[in-house]
């Protein structure tokens, strides 16, 4: 008989990892943060429990996107009112709002429920390589 993962288990050593998105590719990058949000490589991960880690994203605006998406793919978004569609090119999105593209991705990829909300808001975004979060003391990123 397996023992039932309680809550405190689950959120016992929570690390902080810094990925840097200079010249990495947006999707792969994008998947593997997923991963680690959820607490995929955590021995005691269970889907319906917060067992990941949390992870800083640093250099967002110099991600990297391959083939004609620059220009060819778009951020669609909805402002609530009738009518209102607003579509970008991922280019002016990433100078206007440097974070947005990598955001999206990643959240794209998490549970959408209460839980993906929950591992979304351990996901901490930069454009510039500098972020407060020395305190935490994060380590590299795996995989980099």
Known sequence: ???????????????????????????????????????????????????????????AAKVRLTGDKLRKKEAIRHTGYPGGVRRERAEEVLTKHPTRLLREAVEGMLPKNRLGRRLATKLKIYPGPDHPHQAQRPVPFPGE
Request: aromatic fraction near 6%.
């Open 1 to 59: 008989m397996t023992k039932s993962l309680s809550r405190e288990d689950a959120q016992a050593a929570r690390r902080w990892y810094v990925a840097n998105a200079e010249g990495q590719v947006l999707g792969r990058l994008a998947s593997r943060v997923a991963g680690v949000l959820r607490g995929k490589s955590n021995p005691r991960f269970a889907p319906h429990i917060d067992a990941g880690d949390f992870v800083v994203i640093v250099n």
